[in-house]
C-alpha cells in the first residue's frame, strides 16, 4: 500500500470522526420513528374508549369514570333531547337576534382573531366557509329549555358543578389543537361525527408537562416526531362519535378532535372536576333536569381544585406537604448578595419567615377539627379566596407578604398575572412531586 493510499484512508477517517455527527442525523432520516411527519395518533395501535348502551345513575358515573379518570361514550344517549331532533338551520331562525362568537379557521389557532354576529348571519353564510362558531350557551338564553340535563349530572353534586355549556357548530372539517382538558368535559354530538385522540392525565403530565406549551403548538397533520421525541412511545385511546351519541373526557386529559365534513353540531357541559360525591339524588328539589334550571358555577373553583389535586388519591394532606407546595423556595440568585443587598436579604429573610407563618395560619383556617391534617372536606368547606391568594402568591416574584393576608394581593377573587404564574408554578411542583423531587 502507497503513502498515498494510506493518506488518503486517514484523510477519510477524520471526515468522519469530524463530521459523524452531521452524518448520523441524515442516516437516522431513512429509518425515521413511527409516525414522523404523519397525522397524530398514527405511531401506533389505540386503546378504543369504553361504549355504553344507557348512561348511568350519577353515583355509578362518579365512581367509575370521573373519580377514576376514565372516558367513555354513551351511544344514542343524546336522541330523546329536543335539541337533537329540532335544530335545523331553519327551526334555529327563531333564536337568530343571538350575538355568537365566530372564530377564523376551522383548524384552531389561538392567534387568529374572533367575531361576534348574530346567529342568523352566521346561518346565512357558515356554509364553504372556514370559521367555526365556539359560544357559551347558557341560562337565561331560551334555546337552554331545549338541552336536557343528561341523567348522570342531574344530581349528586354534578348539577351544581356545570361552569358552563358550549355550542360547537361548524360546517365541518374542525380540527383541534392537541391540550389538556381544563374540566370535566360532557359532550353531546347532534350533528356530524367527531374523532378524538386521547392521553391519559398521569400520562400525559409526566411526559409533556416540561414543555406543554411547545406541545400545544404541534402540527397535528403532520407530527415532527424528532421535535416531539416524548409521542414515539405514547399510547392512546381513540373515541369515535356520531349523531346522537354523549361522551365523557376526564379532567386534564390531553386530547386532539377533528370532525366530519359535513354540518357538524354539539354542546359541552363543562364541569369543575369533583373529588367527592354528594349524596342528594333522593331530593327531587335537589335535581336539575334542564340546562335552563342551571345555576353555573363560579369557574374560580378551579383554584380549590389545583389545591384537591396535591391529596393525590390520599385522604390527608400533612402541613409538611402542603409547605412543600406553597412555601418561598430561594434560588442562589435571588439569595446572592450582588442581587439583593445586604438590606434586601434582611427584607426576603423577613417575608420567607413572614410567609411561613402565614401558610401555617391559612392551614389552620382550612384545618376546622384542628388534627394537623387537612380533608377533602375541609378543604371544600373553606373559602374559595384562600385559594385564590394562596396559587397568586406563588407568581408573585418576591412573594409579597399582602398576597396572603386578607382582602390583600389576589383576594377578592380576582384573576391576573400572578394568579396564572402562580398556576404554572404549583404545576411544575406537581411534576417534581410525582417525580419524587420535590
Sequence with gaps: MSWVTVLVLLVALYGCAVYGYEYEGRFDSLNPPPGHLMPLGWHTHPIHVETR????????????????????????????????????????????????????????????????????????????????????????????????IPRCLQCGGFQNSIET???????????????????????????????????????????????????????????????????????????????????????????????????????????THQFRYTDDCQYPEKRKTTLFDVKTSNNQESSRVEVLELFFQDEKMSLETFRKFFALNDTAEENSE??????????????KDHKANALDKIFEKIDTNQDKYLSIDEVYEADLNLFIRLIGSLGDHYFKYETLQDGGGNGGGNYGGGWNAGKDILSAKKLKYLRNEL
Design 53 to 148: 348502551l344507557h348512561v348511568p345513575s350519577p353515583e355509578e358515573f362518579y365512581t367509575r369514570y370521573t373519580s377514576k379518570s376514565v372516558p367513555v361514550v354513551f351511544k344514542g344517549a343524546a336522541v330523546t333531547f329536543p335539541a337533537f331532533q329540532k335544530w335545523t338551520d331553519d327551526y334555529l331562525r327563531k333564536y337568530g337576534d343571538w350575538k355568537v362568537v365566530v372564530e377564523d379557521g376551522k383548524k384552531e389557532d389561538m392567534s387568529r382573531p374572533t367575531y361576534q354576529m348574530s346567529l342568523n348571519t352566521w346561518l346565512n353564510g357558515y356554509i364553504g366557509n372556514d370559521t367555526y362558531l365556539v359560544q357559551d350557551i347558557v341560562p337565561p338564553n331560551p334555546m337552554t329549555k331545549e338541552i336536557p
Design 165 to 271: 355549556a358550549i355550542m360547537w357548530f361548524s360546517s365541518g372539517g374542525t380540527k383541534s389543537r392537541f391540550h389538556p382538558e381544563q374540566v370535566d368535559n360532557f359532550e353531546c354530538m347532534f350533528s356530524g361525527w367527531k374523532e378524538y385522540i386521547l392521553i391519559d392525565k398521569v400520562t400525559g403530565q409526566t411526559s409533556f408537562m416540561d414543555n406543554q406549551y411547545e406541545y400545544s403548538e404541534l402540527d397535528v397533520d403532520r407530527v415532527d416526531m424528532y421535535k416531539f421525541p416524548a409521542l414515539q412511545n405514547i399510547t392512546w385511546h381513540k373515541l369515535h362519535v356520531e349523531p346522537g351519541d354523549c361522551f365523557f373526557i376526564p379532567y386534564k386529559w390531553y386530547h386532539f378532535a377533528n370532525s366530519s365534513n359535513t354540518r357538524n353540531m354539539a354542546v359541552s357541559f363543562w364541569l
Design 338 to 351: 450582588l442581587t439583593l443587598g445586604r438590606r434586601g436579604q434582611i427584607t426576603k429573610t423577613w417575608l
